[in-house]
Antibody
């Protein structure tokens, strides 16, 4: 059974870098035809797609965050990671990792999600 | 960017009754529309994709319809576990630029 689990610091200071990792179990990232993505949700608000990565390292980012975000993959650990630079209070959110197919002609929906982790940006 | 707008923001319905939630896209997304259910403290759960196809294990009381810019999620007979927040999401583009609606909170009347 596929499971995703986010991990990382729950508190980050303004102007610093937020770093999270998603560990995938029950499937191999490198043998998968799926993309692995990050989505966030500020407290009491809606969902925002941050970006996604393929096991080969191909990445796609939300243009609104692209200048501050890097997503990477470590197939040897079956993990993928998120870095958000120069964070402000507006980056406070629950961060989810998830899986979706890719390419044209597919239903590119998030069919598996991690439980989410709250990251607070505060001094 | 395709903007997704859901209505209403909050819907109050009694158990056993039907609930109808709406989602509008700022431009056509074909049938590339999904619905998710989110309960407090939980991750979203995929309900519907392709505008009308139920996800794995989703009960038959959930149905989706629409295409282009207008979409509807209908829950035919509300159960207590259905009271939650519902989000629509478009996935029309590749490379992806996924956008979600702001959500509709379905509450007990």
């Amino acid at each position: 059974q596929l499971q995703l689990q986010e991990s990382g610091p729950g508190l980050v200071k303004p102007s610093e870098t937020l770093s999270l990792t998603c560990t995938v179990s029950g499937a191999s990232i490198s043998r998968s035809t799926y993309y692995w993505g990050w989505i966030r949700q500020p407290p009491g608000k809606g969902l925002e797609w941050i970006g996604s990565i393929y096991y080969s390292g191909s990445t796609y980012y939300n243009p609104s965050l692209k200048s501050r975000v890097t997503i990477s993959v470590d197939t040897s650990k079956n993990q993928f990671s998120l870095k958000v630079r120069s964070v402000t209070a507006a980056d406070t959110a629950v961060y989810y990792c998830g899986r979706h197919p890719g390419g044209t002609g597919n239903h590119n929906v998030l069919d598996y999600w991690g439980q989410g982790t709250l990251v607070t940006v505060s001094s | 960017e395709i903007v997704m707008t859901q209505s209403p923001d909050t819907l109050s319905v009694s158990p056993g009754e039907r609930a109808t939630l709406s989602c509008r896209a700022s431009q056509s997304v074909g049938s590339n529309l999904a619905w998710y259910q989110q309960k407090p403290g939980q991750a979203p759960r995929l309900l519907i994709y392709g505008a009308s196809t139920r996800g794995t294990g989703i009960p038959g009381r959930f149905s989706g319809s629409g295409s282009g810019t207008e979409f509807t999620l209908t829950i035919s007979s509300l159960q207590s576990e259905d009271f939650a927040v519902y989000y629509c999401q478009q996935y029309n583009d590749w490379p992806p630029m996924y956008t979600f609606g702001q959500g509709t909170k379905l509450e007990i009347k």
